[in-house]
C-alpha cells in the first residue's frame, strides 16, 4: 500500500484499523443495489446473504449445520500488521500488511484484492501471494520427538477457560483453544470436521508443565463506529515456556501460527508462534 495522505496507526489496534477498513469496502464491492443489507447497519436480514461475499466473509452467520456454541461463525480470515502498531506514514511512504485467509472451498481472494483498493486514504501497489498453493500443515504427531517448547505471544492475547478467563497461559488452556479454533475453521471452510479424539488430547495436554512465563498485560480499546460501544481488545503479550511430551500437539500450535488462538482473532489479537527448544 501507500499513503494518500498521512496515517497513523493507534498502539496495538493497527489490524483492527485495517479490519474496519476492509468491511467498508467489501460492502462497498460486493453488495448490489438489489441487496437489501446493503444501506443497512447490519446485513443480517438481507435475503442473498447466503450468496453475499461480503455476508460469508465479514458476517457469516451459523446454520443448523454448524459448529455447536456459535450464534455467530469465525470469520474466514485473520489480518497480520503488528508490525504496524504505533507507526506513522506520509503521504507517499509505502507499507504493507499480511491477512491469512481460511476459505479453501470458494474463491474468494478476488473479493479481498477488490477491497484492498478501495480502502481509504490509501492506493493498492501490489497484492503478493506467500505461495502459489495454499498453505498446508499436517495435524499428524511431529515426527522427532519434542519435549521442550516456547511460545510467543506477539499480540494482547485472552484464553477462555469455561465460562471465564484464563488466568495465564497453562499449556491444556492454550492448546485446547488453538485444537477448537483450527478444527472449527477446518468445518467450515475445509474439508470438514477432524476425525480426532478431542478428550483424549485435552487430558493429555495437562500433562504438560509450563515452565517459564514472561508477560504484560496490554490495556487497548476499540470503539464500534457502528454502535458507538467501546470492546477492550487488550490481554497479554510475552513468552511462555512449556516442558513435557509435546509431539502431538505440536502441530496444532503450528497451524495457530497462522490461525490466531484465543478471543477476538479478527482483531488482530492471539498471534503467536512456538519454536522447539
Given at each position: 500500500?501507500?499513503?494518500?495522505?498521512?496515517?497513523?496507526?493507534?498502539?496495538?489496534?493497527?489490524?483492527?484499523?485495517?479490519?474496519?477498513?476492509?468491511?467498508?469496502?467489501?460492502?462497498?464491492?460486493?453488495?448490489?443495489?438489489?441487496?437489501?443489507?446493503?444501506?443497512?447497519?447490519?446485513?443480517?436480514?438481507?435475503?442473498?446473504?447466503?450468496?453475499?461475499?461480503?455476508?460469508?466473509?465479514?458476517?457469516?452467520?451459523?446454520r443448523d449445520s454448524s459448529p455447536s456454541g456459535f450464534a455467530d461463525?469465525?470469520?474466514?480470515?485473520?489480518?497480520?500488521?503488528?508490525?504496524?502498531?504505533?507507526?506513522?506514514?506520509?503521504?507517499?511512504?509505502?507499507?504493507?500488511?499480511?491477512?491469512?485467509?481460511?476459505?479453501?472451498?470458494?474463491?474468494?481472494?478476488?473479493?479481498?484484492?477488490?477491497?484492498?483498493?478501495?480502502?481509504?486514504?490509501?492506493?493498492?501497489?501490489?497484492?503478493?501471494?506467500?505461495?502459489?498453493?495454499?498453505?498446508?500443515?499436517?495435524?499428524?504427531?511431529?515426527?522427532?520427538?519434542?519435549?521442550?517448547?516456547?511460545?510467543?505471544?506477539?499480540?494482547?492475547?485472552?484464553?477462555?477457560?469455561?465460562?471465564?478467563?484464563?488466568?495465564?497461559?497453562?499449556?491444556?488452556?492454550?492448546?485446547?483453544?488453538?485444537?477448537?479454533?483450527?478444527?472449527?475453521?477446518?468445518?467450515?471452510?475445509?474439508?470438514?470436521?477432524?476425525?480426532?479424539?478431542?478428550?483424549?488430547?485435552?487430558?493429555?495436554?495437562?500433562?504438560?508443565?509450563?515452565?517459564?512465563?514472561?508477560?504484560?498485560?496490554?490495556?487497548?480499546?476499540?470503539?464500534?463506529?457502528?454502535?458507538?460501544?467501546?470492546?477492550?481488545?487488550?490481554?497479554?503479550?510475552?513468552?511462555?515456556?512449556?516442558?513435557?511430551?509435546?509431539?502431538?500437539?505440536?502441530?496444532?500450535?503450528?497451524?495457530?501460527?497462522?490461525?490466531?488462538?484465543?478471543?477476538?482473532?479478527?482483531?488482530?489479537?492471539?498471534?503467536?508462534?512456538?519454536?522447539?527448544?
Open positions: 500500500m501507500a499513503a494518500r495522505e498521512p496515517i497513523s496507526f493507534s498502539r496495538s489496534a493497527a489490524a483492527n484499523t485495517l479490519r474496519g477498513g476492509f468491511g467498508g469496502a467489501l460492502r462497498r464491492v460486493t453488495c448490489s443495489l438489489s441487496c437489501p443489507g446493503r444501506n443497512g447497519a447490519n446485513i443480517r436480514d438481507c435475503d442473498q446473504r447466503q450468496s453475499c461475499a461480503y455476508a460469508q466473509i465479514f458476517e457469516p452467520a451459523a461463525l469465525p470469520r474466514p480470515f485473520v489480518f497480520r500488521a503488528a508490525h504496524l502498531d504505533g507507526a506513522a506514514f506520509e503521504a507517499g511512504e509505502q507499507f504493507w500488511f499480511g491477512v491469512n485467509v481460511f476459505e479453501t472451498r470458494k474463491p474468494l481472494l478476488s473479493y479481498f484484492e477488490r477491497a484492498f483498493a478501495q480502502l481509504d486514504r490509501t492506493e493498492l501497489l501490489s497484492v503478493e501471494p506467500a505461495d502459489s498453493e495454499p498453505i498446508s500443515i499436517p495435524l499428524a504427531p511431529a515426527s522427532t520427538s519434542v519435549h521442550r517448547l516456547r511460545v510467543e505471544f506477539r499480540t494482547p492475547t485472552e484464553l477462555k477457560c469455561g465460562k471465564t478467563l484464563a488466568d495465564g497461559p497453562d499449556f491444556d488452556v492454550l492448546f485446547t483453544r488453538a485444537r477448537d479454533r483450527v478444527a472449527t475453521l477446518r468445518s467450515l471452510y475445509g474439508q470438514g470436521p477432524l476425525d480426532i479424539d478431542f478428550r483424549g488430547l485435552g487430558e493429555r495436554a495437562r500433562t504438560v508443565r509450563l515452565s517459564r512465563c514472561q508477560l504484560r498485560e496490554v490495556d487497548v480499546r476499540r470503539r464500534s463506529s457502528r454502535t458507538g460501544q467501546v470492546h477492550s481488545i487488550g490481554g497479554f503479550t510475552g513468552v511462555a515456556e512449556y516442558e513435557g511430551d509435546i509431539s502431538e500437539f505440536f502441530p496444532f500450535l503450528e497451524v495457530a501460527r497462522w490461525t490466531g488462538v484465543g478471543r477476538q482473532c479478527v482483531w488482530g489479537k492471539g498471534e503467536i508462534h512456538a519454536s522447539v527448544i
